[in-house]
């Protein structure tokens, strides 16, 4: 079944306005996405008609509101084919998680040990370790990049008996390009390394089963994903939650406390103290059932399709630059640009003149973009509701704004 973008376009009330007078076409999905009428009635009916506390009242609100939290639980796992709920643990989004999970590593970390990650990490997969490794005396290597992608030799080379955790982005927000986290898994399993993944681009787009990819740890956000904001996932293999200490502490996830020490609840809720983000949980649970109507397959295969259009336009234009691999098959929905000559804030700022959102900037990645010897760059990021006229749009205004600087420079 192919999607029909055009339909799905209804769904979205944001889309339909225009800015400055052009109809807006919203490719900053990397960012975030726009939320489907399902999920912001979901998010207006608990707050109208189950809104409680969860998990500790037994009236019937309280009781609703935690049916649907737990609930939207079990679709996350459902979604990631996780072992069990005991092993989804909701945070605020992937940093949060990120986090969570640096702090597990300095209950393992030696000094001497080594983390192993890329140079295309977001930030939020970055400095955690960094101060995880400056906290331990461990130190923190990179694998840097062949053609836009991993360079798998240069990783197999820095794996050793002295790695202890392998974290790396399963798409890059800047490249665009897979990571074959299976793969890596495997190899660093032998090495006995803990492997973390950062699903934030991924989880969303292609069908995710964690079990298969074998991976300690994976992390996602629920907003790139037509959920709400402040809502997000930690996966991880239950023997090692078991092992992690919780990161907060107060209400909610403990099981007694006396006057001098406490004790923990059982999996997941030993994570979750305080009062959790409950309607963004349940709207959550809602977005996953929108995109399981539509089919992760059916999504890959529609935003390939738009890549397969718009890529080798891109590429053809003179004087842009095109970040990550040039195979249109190996390239996701993620696409970094420049214009030669020009800020990319200044073709962000042209583009958005013709009503086309894109992000400009170092996409919290500064290492990579570093590395690519670059000081920012322009992002245009596609979802479902993302058409081939969009594209076309897209090219027709950088077009535009090549025309118009060429006159003022």
Not at 208 to 227: E, P, T, Y
Not at 242 to 248: N, V
Request: proline share 4%; hydrophobic share 40%.
């Amino acid at each position: 079944m192919i999607l029909d973008s055009e339909k799905i376009r209804q769904d979205f009330p944001i889309l339909k306005q225009d800015i400055n007078d052009e109809p807006l076409v919203y490719l900053d999905n990397a960012a975030t996405t726009q939320k489907p009428q399902q999920v912001l009635a979901c998010l207006n009916d608990y707050y109208q008609q189950d809104n409680a506390n969860v998990h500790r009242g037994v009236h019937t609100l309280a009781e609703r509101a935690t049916a649907k939290y737990e609930a939207s639980r079990g679709k996350v796992r459902d979604f990631l084919n996780a072992g069990s709920v005991k092993e989804i643990l909701f945070t605020r989004g992937t940093t949060t998680a990120l986090n969570w999970v640096a702090k597990f590593a300095e209950q393992v970390l030696q000094p001497g040990d080594e983390v192993l990650i890329s140079i295309m990490e977001h930030h939020s997969n970055l400095i955690p370790w960094q101060e995880a490794c400056r906290r331990k005396r461990a130190k923190l290597v990179y694998v840097y990049l062949k053609d836009g992608q991993l360079d798998l030799e240069d990783f197999n080379n820095k794996l050793t008996a002295k790695t202890k955790f392998v974290s790396l982005a399963h798409v890059s927000n800047v490249l665009g390009c897979i990571n074959p986290v299976k793969e890596i898994a495997e190899l660093a399993h032998c090495y006995g390394a803990y492997v973390v993944v950062d699903g934030a681009q991924s989880v969303p787009h292609m069908p995710i089963d964690v079990q298969d990819l074998d991976c300690d740890f994976f992390a996602l956000s629920g907003h790139k994903m037509l959920a709400p904001t402040g809502i997000g996932v930690l996966y991880g293999k239950e023997k090692l939650l078991e092992q992690m200490s919780p990161i907060e502490f107060g209400g909610e996830m403990i099981d007694f406390v006396y006057e001098h020490e406490a004790s923990w609840k059982e999996l997941p809720w030993k994570f979750e103290a305080g009062t959790p983000n409950i309607a963004g949980a349940i709207a959550f649970g809602e977005a996953i059932d929108y995109l399981i109507k539509l089919g992760m397959e059916q999504v890959h295969a529609h935003e390939q399709e738009l890549v397969d259009y718009v890529l080798p336009k891109l590429q053809e234009i003179r004087g842009l630059t095109v970040y990550g691999p040039a195979d249109t098959a190996k390239h996701t929905g993620v696409i970094a640009f420049n214009l030669d000559g020009l800020h990319p804030h200044d073709v962000a700022t042209a583009l958005d003149y013709e009503g086309v959102a894109v992000r400009a900037g170092h996409h919290c990645a500064q290492p990579l973009i570093n590395y690519l010897g670059i000081h920012s760059a322009v992002r245009a990021s596609f979802y479902i509701y993302n058409t081939k006229e969009d594209c076309d749009k897209l090219i027709e205004a950088i077009f535009k704004t090549k025309e118009f600087f060429n006159g003022t420079l």
